[in-house]
């Protein structure tokens, strides 16, 4: 991965993690109940991580990563609500019949198995830690147990191993040449 492409890639990531902070402070200090905050914070990582991933594959111009991420993101999309509607578990909660698999749990770990599998694990660890917190909040806001999360984490993950190829810089190349006895090598890159 290009060295200049690295601030392009956290820097969503360092974007979302501020504002979850700035939420979790202020919440905080108001004394919501305990479930509140962080389910607010799980709601809105539901939208931002995906969003964040996103806009990287747009920032870094990684056109064949954005339809990739597109794809894995409407299969675990498919498998979660199939599943929620043909299992048909009660939440722990008892608010509905559509506990199992964890929706916000597949999408955020969709998003982080993405970065991890095109860009690699160091890349991935902050979308990690978001969709860590996302799945534990649902259990936190009583909506899942520890099944619907870990069975929402698989899915997102899996996608990932249909779709997600490892990124390439298409803006490198290696070549070689050889005639008369001469050999050349060259290397060329564009910025």
């Not at 991890?116 to 978001?130: D, E, M, Q, V």
Request: aromatic share 12%; net charge positive.
């Amino acid at each position: 991965m290009n060295p200049k492409h690295t601030k392009f890639i956290l820097l969503p990531f360092i974007v979302l993690f501020f504002t979850c902070s700035t939420i979790l402070a202020q919440d905080a200090s108001v004394a919501k109940e305990k479930s509140g905050t962080t389910q607010q914070i799980g709601d809105i990582a539901l939208f931002a991580l995906p969003l964040a991933t996103l806009s990287s594959t747009f920032i870094i111009g990684d056109k064949k990563g954005t339809w990739q991420f597109t794809k894995g993101l409407l299969i675990t999309n498919a498998v979660t609500y199939g599943l929620k509607i043909g299992v048909n578990k009660q939440r722990p909660d008892l608010s509905n019949n559509n506990s199992f698999p964890s929706g916000h749990t597949s999408t955020t770990f969709h998003s982080a198995g993405f970065i991890h599998r095109r860009y690699g694990f160091k890349y991935s660890i902050p979308a990690y830690l978001i969709a860590g917190f996302t799945a534990a909040s649902r259990i936190d806001s009583n909506k899942h147990d520890i099944l619907d999360v870990l069975a929402g984490a698989a899915i997102g993950l899996g996608s990932n191993l249909l779709f997600t190829t490892e990124y390439q810089q298409e803006h490198m190349e290696l070549t070689f040449n050889s005639a008369n006895n001469e050999y050349l090598v060259a290397f060329k890159y564009h910025f």
